[in-house]
Structure formats: structure tokens, C-alpha cells
């Protein structure tokens, strides 16, 4: 059973940065695809940003130039990094990873950007 385990949500100014990681319990290049997610209160889960296989990133539009994805085999730990935060990016960000047309998440971690 694929586990996916996020880390390194909390409370952060505007305009502050914070590193997600997502920790898999098995080799990364299993996964087809792997991604970052977002959900704010009363809002639909929402693609941040994803990184395949063969290392091609893919982000929401809110967020580009501002956050990036990227990952290391051997730590089996993909990593958002996030920068220039704003209220607007309050939500829990979930870790999704697809092996073999099934979907596996994280239980998430919650980012709260306040004054």
C-alpha cells in the first residue's frame, strides 16, 4: 500500500515562504505522476503543481513564478517550495501520486498565511 506522508504546513506572514515535503513509501520513479494539491474552505481540491516521471512540471497559473516543485529519488521525498506567499494560498495541500491508473493521497498539511 503506497503512503504519502506531508509535512511543513503552519502559519506564515504575507510575503513569507514555506518547503512542503511529501515523503512516499516507495521508490518516486514508480509514480507516473506526482503532485501537490490545494483546498480551501468551501472551495473544490484544486492542482497546484505536478512533476512526472520524467521530470516535467506542471503548475496552476496562480501560482507560477512563485512556487516550485521538485523531488530526490533518493530521499523519496518530493518537495513544494513556496514563495511570496498571500491569504489567497490559504488551504490544506495534499501530496497525490499515480502508479498504474490509481490515485494515492496524503493525509495533507494545513498553510494559513495571516498578518
Given at each position: ?42 472551495k ?26 521538485y ?25 497525490k ?16 498565511v495571516?498578518?
Amino acid at each position: 500500500q503506497v503512503q504519502l506522508v506531508e509535512s511543513g504546513g503552519g502559519l506564515v506572514q504575507p510575503g513569507g515562504s514555506l518547503r512542503l515535503s511529501c515523503v512516499a513509501s516507495e521508490n518516486i520513479f514508480n509514480f507516473n505522476i506526482m503532485g501537490w494539491y490545494r483546498q480551501a474552505p468551501g472551495k473544490q481540491r484544486e492542482l497546484v503543481a505536478t512533476i512526472n516521471v520524467g521530470g516535467i512540471t506542471n503548475y496552476a497559473d496562480s501560482v507560477k513564478g512563485r512556487f516550485m516543485i521538485y523531488r530526490d529519488g533518493a530521499e523519496k521525498t518530493v518537495w513544494l517550495q513556496m514563495n511570496s506567499l498571500s491569504p489567497e494560498d490559504t488551504a490544506g495541500y495534499y501530496c497525490k501520486a499515480e502508479l498504474l491508473r490509481r490515485n494515492y493521497w496524503g493525509q495533507g498539511t494545513q498553510v494559513t498565511v495571516s498578518p
